[in-house]
């Protein structure tokens, strides 16, 4: 499986998905979130941390550009880059270090780094009458097994 079509009605069936995503993460793989403002990517990777046992807070990186969360299978970061005005910035903050083997990397506005390493999986997220329309596609072996693996 490649792709995956799903509507989401309500935040917590964007909550459950991200849950159900999140034992099959595999360490290495990069995530792009599109869609939006508002479309749910953050709420999707609440979801995420929450289904890898964080328990605590968790905020939109807008501000602070990343969010680092340890957990003890994996490094997991949380980026959101839609501050980034020129595509040199990625470069210019060092953060190439943290797309590695041993991490998870999910992107919220992974267009405005072009330079970023491919996605394993890219999520995309649009409002579709009272919920969210979401299209998950892999682009890697790591992503495909993580479809094949979704029972979401």
Known sequence: MTKV????ATEDDTLALGRALAPLL?????????GDLGA???TLARG????LGHEGRVKSPT??????????????YHFDFYRFLDPEEL????FREYFNPESVCLVEWPEKAPD????????????DDKGRSIVITAHTEAGRRC???LTY
């Open 5 to 8: 079509n799903r509507f989401l």
């Open 26 to 34: 595999e360490p290495g793989m990069v995530l792009h979130l599109r």
């Open 40 to 42: 749910g990517k953050t």
């Open 48 to 51: 995420i941390l929450r289904g």
């Open 63 to 76: 501000y602070t550009l990343v969010e680092p969360y340890q957990f003890s299978r994996l490094y997991l």
């Open 91 to 94: 470069e210019a903050s060092g």
């Open 116 to 127: 970023l390493p491919a996605a394993d999986l890219e999520i995309s997220m649009r409002p």
């Open 147 to 149: 479809l094949d693996k």
